[in-house]
C-alpha cells in the first residue's frame, strides 16, 4: 500500500490547514486509519483516527481543534483549525492496523513520507 500526505506549510498561529492522505494498493485491515506527528527528537505522537463507519477518536491536545474525515474513495482528511505552534510538526498518516491501542505507532504497519505543518 501507498500512503501519501499533503496539504503541509507555513501558517500563523490562529490558522488552518487541511491535509490529505491518499492510499492506494491493499491494505490487509483498512477499518483504520490514523494521523501522527512527530518533532525532531521527541516521539511520534498520535493525533487521531477514523474507523470504517467514519466514528473518530482524538488526543486530548487536538479535541475541538482537529477533525478527521474521508470520503468515498481512497482519502483521508485532516483539518486543522485554531492552530498553535506546538501544533508545528511532521504529520503522518497511517494505515493496516494490526492491533493494539490507535496512539501507537507500532499498531500501524503502513506509512506515508509525512508532510510538514509550522506554525508561527
Known amino acids: 500500500v501507498q500512503l501519501v500526505e499533503s496539504g503541509g506549510g507555513s501558517v500563523q498561529a490562529g490558522g488552518s490547514l487541511r491535509l490529505a492522505c491518499v492510499f492506494s494498493g491493499h491494505t490487509y485491515n483498512p477499518s483504520c486509519l490514523a494521523w501522527f506527528r512527530q518533532v525532531p527528537g521527541k516521539e511520534r505522537e498520535g493525533v487521531g483516527t477514523i474507523d470504517s463507519d467514519g466514528k473518530t477518536t482524538y488526543a486530548d491536545h487536538v479535541k475541538g481543534r482537529f477533525t478527521i474525515s474521508k470520503d468515498s474513495a481512497n482519502t483521508v482528511f485532516l483539518q486543522m483549525h485554531s492552530l498553535k505552534p506546538e501544533d508545528t510538526a511532521m504529520y503522518y498518516c497511517?494505515?493496516?492496523?494490526?492491533?493494539?491501542?490507535?496512539?501507537?505507532?507500532?499498531?500501524?504497519?503502513?506509512w506515508g513520507q509525512g508532510t510538514q505543518v509550522t506554525v508561527s
Open positions: 497511517a494505515a493496516g492496523w494490526r492491533g493494539g491501542t490507535w496512539d501507537r505507532p507500532s499498531s500501524f504497519a503502513e
